[in-house]
């Protein structure tokens, strides 16, 4: 088949939001088009209520409970449009980060309407395009002819959980020899997965004993922290740490994770740092955009380190959560490894936060 598969279209859908374009995502028995408040026009929006003027915007719980929203069902709230709806006003519903600047909204009305079985789908989609989860949603009645008329991406929600379903299965995976400033004697492993496209790495230093447990750091990507050396987290100083524990052992690995700003990618991270600067901490930044705590998969390590052959790691790490991802997922985790490092003047209220709220082991 020329034609994208289940999980092509998924990626498809996820560029075309992330660049504002609506998708038209179908249920069972229901049918919409998804229109990101992130990166929407004034035009689209128009469009949008010439085509349904019973469009609603769609917010997760978290950023309802923000703008003091009743929430009656669960993960997420619908709001009334209005006869008129300006783009501007929508942004400052769905981006915290405007707050300020403009403070008075609403009042809102709640839609209390059944639910169109997809809305939970819709966020969780716009989660991991990496864009604020927020929405303007069309219900329509022939869900491909409107796709087809309009030249919008057509996904079902099937698709979207039989993708979810092999999400950690590595498509591809790409090695070579890489001498560096640490170590002469390493190879880097470049790994796609299904559900993305994106790439993941894997530094392997020396000869791994594959009998016996393998000293592992599984970090998650901080352009800001790894490449800038931003004092506002701890990542670059424990990049560099346990790249040196790895390297001075012999043997071991350091897997590299694309999951920017705990899942929610360098915009929102921003935007929650322009919140931080506001006083909220990182979990109220993170809520007040509308997501949760942390929205990494740590189960993505677990699938490198299957496709290297690593099943039993002394893993690096303050976080419980890798612990338990990995141990459900098939690696033992033999040992933890603390990794108490970086902290500073700057830093020491979000070292706070992640031992208090989160509850790293720092």
Known sequence: ?????????????????RLGIPILMAGNKTNAIIAPIDGLSQTRLDLL?????????????????TLNCPIYDGDSVKLELGQIPKIASLKAIADPSLDLRTPLKGPFKIIRDKPLELENEALLLLKSAQILPAAVISPVSDGESYAQSHNI????TDQLIQSALSSQ????AITAELPTAVTENSQF???RLNISGEEHYAVEFGKIDRNEPTLVRIHSACFTGDVLGSLKCDCGPQ?????????????????????????????????????QDQGFDTVEANHRLGFE????????????LKELRVTNIKLITNNPSKISTMNKYGINV?????????????????????????????
């Open 1 to 17: 088949m020329l034609g994208p598969a289940d999980q092509e279209i998924l990626i498809r859908a996820r560029a075309d939001l």
């Open 49 to 65: 209520m010439s085509i349904n003027k019973n469009s609603f915007i769609l917010i997760t719980a978290r950023r309802a409970q």
């Open 153 to 156: 991406t057509y996904l079902q």
């Open 169 to 172: 299965r590595i498509s591809d």
């Open 189 to 191: 492993h470049i790994f």
């Open 239 to 275: 990049l560099h740490a346990a790249t040196k524990m790895v390297n001075d052992q012999g043997d071991g690995l350091l897997i590299y994770l694309n999951q920017e700003g705990r899942g929610i990618g360098l915009a929102n991270k921003i935007r929650a740092y322009s919140l």
């Open 293 to 304: 705590d942390d929205e990494r998969d740590f189960q993505l390590g677990a699938a490198v």
């Open 334 to 362: 033999v040992e933890r490894v603390p990794l108490n490092v970086g902290q500073n003047k700057t830093n020491r209220g979000y070292l706070e936060t992640k031992a208090r709220k989160s509850g790293h082991l720092m």
